[in-house]
């Protein structure tokens, strides 16, 4: 029998099976396939139909959730999971997202939510500390890298268009002096999205990279000497998508301060190399110079989805690039208010995962999950380029591995793509295709807090099997 609105209570017991259902689920993982088990029609099936007309028993709608979505779950928090830069969960994060549900905040000011803003000053303070960037910078925590970025670049189309003459929050963009765009030709879609959506598409001016994906510096100074002056955005990155390199960030900031610009970093799952002692002063190097940065916790920091964090290092620019006027909201001026800072309204409290994970590992504890990752990613390397035929493509000096599979009678593109497929339909492990200078490339992503030396061991022997199962 269904259950009526009207009668609606906290029921112990189906929170229970929905705990006993992720225990099972999490126990398994390890030796559960690691591929797609389920075709859309199958899970469409399953789960869709009519809407029910009469209310349901929750505990059978649970049930029915649970077996409808397993084949079509990917198992990204596997050790052998290797795609897309996914990154698993700490378990102790995992827990404090259990509880941040349970608590369902939202944290629009600080009078709805006092523990979200006050954490949200926490964990921002613990991360100029850790990343050292410079004192002051403002934080704000977004769904994802994709906001972030889109914050940062508001923020710096709103500041070089002030140091210009003109508010584009009160007079808009009709009219405005033209801001030049200058962006590294390998840079992720979450930042070119952004400056589409901001009305800067048509301002953007690709420059070309060396073969680890860094802006060239001579294209650089071309471009920076066109723009004669004007209002001037430069883009760079720290991990570079394909290869995980960075841009040389002192030679960016420098050059593009001297112009009066603003520097703006992606750096998606890059950013935590500078919590890295081995990396800060190699990948990570200069991070500190620029104006805004946009990360993903939930990528290289393994906490769970959403969390993305945009670093602002003027706070007053951050400010005046928001401003924000309703008279329901009660705005303390010497309280933080999180819509003060992002541009969602209402939105979960998402940091409060964050906060789990950085109080339990601390700072020594995030650089040596960095390093590990970045150590699995230099196995891998090594256990492949063993093999005949199995080139390396990057240098690995972070957690992305680009491998070319070659093949006696056929196109490296083509043996690589089925490699993949043969990789992907086994299950032993999963990693995908991409592509880098004009080749097709497995792009292998140690992100995951799980992985394991034996993981790799295993991932590699499967690469290889399939790469000499497919030699004639």
């Known amino acids: 029998m269904g259950t009526s609105v009207s009668s609606l209570r906290v029921d112990v017991g189906l929170l229970e099976l929905a705990a006993a259902e992720a225990f099972r689920y999490l126990e398994g993982l390890p030796e559960r396939p690691v591929s797609i088990r389920a075709t859309d029609a199958e899970l469409r099936k399953l789960l869709g139909g009519p809407l029910p007309q009469r209310p349901s028993d929750g505990k059978l709608v649970l049930g029915d959730l649970v077996a409808g979505v397993d084949a079509g779950l990917v198992p990204s928090g ?17 827990a404090a997202d259990w509880l941040t549900a349970a608590w369902d905040q939202n944290c629009i000011v600080h009078d709805g939510s006092p523990a979200t803003a006050v954490v949200e000053e926490i964990c921002g303070e613990w991360l100029v500390d850790l990343c050292q960037l410079r004192p002051g910078t403002s934080v704000a925590f977004t769904p994802a890298c994709t906001h972030a970025d889109l ?8 500041s070089v268009l002030a140091r210009a003459g003109w508010d584009v929050a009160e007079r808009g963009l009709a009219g405005a002096p033209p801001v030049t765009v200058l962006i590294n030709e390998s840079i992720h879609a979450a930042v070119v999205r952004p400056l589409q959506l901001l009305g800067l598409g048509g301002s953007i001016r690709t420059l070309p990279v060396d073969s680890e994906g860094r802006i060239r510096e ?17 883009c760079g990155h720290i991990g570079e998508i394909n290869t995980g390199g960075a841009d040389r960030l002192r030679v960016l900031a420098d050059k593009t301060h001297a112009a009066g610009g603003w520097l703006h970093l992606d750096a998606a799952f890059g950013m935590w190399a500078a919590a890295s002692p081995r990396l800060r002063h190699t990948l990570a190097d200069g991070i500190e110079l620029a104006d805004s940065i946009g990360t993903d916790a939930h990528k290289a920091l393994n906490v769970p989805y959403d969390c993305g964090i945009a670093f602002i290092a003027d706070k007053q620019a951050h400010q005046a690039a928001f401003p924000l006027s309703a008279d329901y909201l009660h705005l303390d001026p010497s309280q933080r208010h999180p819509v003060q800072w992002g541009i969602e309204v ?23 999950l960095i390093d590990r990752l970045c150590g699995h990613a230099r196995r891998f390397a090594d256990l492949l380029a ?7 493509v990057n240098d690995v000096a972070y957690n992305q591995v680009l491998a070319v599979f070659e093949h006696p009678h056929e196109h490296p593109d083509t043996h690589t793509r089925q490699v993949a497929a043969v990789l992907q339909q086994q299950g032993e492990a999963w990693a995908a295709v991409s592509r880098w200078q004009d080749r097709v490339v497995l792009r292998i992503s140690v992100a ?4 394991t030396e034996e993981d790799v ?8 099997a399939a790469h000499r199962e497919l030699l004639p």
């Not at 596997?78 to 995992?94: E, K």
């Not at 061991?457 to 290889?464: I, P, S, V």
Request: proline fraction near 5%.
């Open 448 to 451: 995951n807090w799980a992985t």
């Open 346 to 368: 209402s939105r979960r409290a998402r940091v409060f995962p964050l906060w789990a994970a950085l109080r339990t590992l601390g700072k020594d504890g995030v650089g040596e």
């Open 151 to 158: 914050l940062g670049l508001t923020v710096a189309r709103h």
């Open 386 to 392: 063993q093999e005949p035929g199995i080139k390396i």
């Open 218 to 234: 001579d294209a650089l100074d071309e471009a920076i000497a066109a723009a004669a002056g004007g209002p001037l955005i430069v």
């Open 457 to 464: 061991q295993r991932a590699a022997a499967a690469l290889t």
């Open 78 to 94: 596997n050790g052998r999971y290797f795609g897309y830069v996914v990154g698993g969960t700490l378990p102790v994060a995992m």
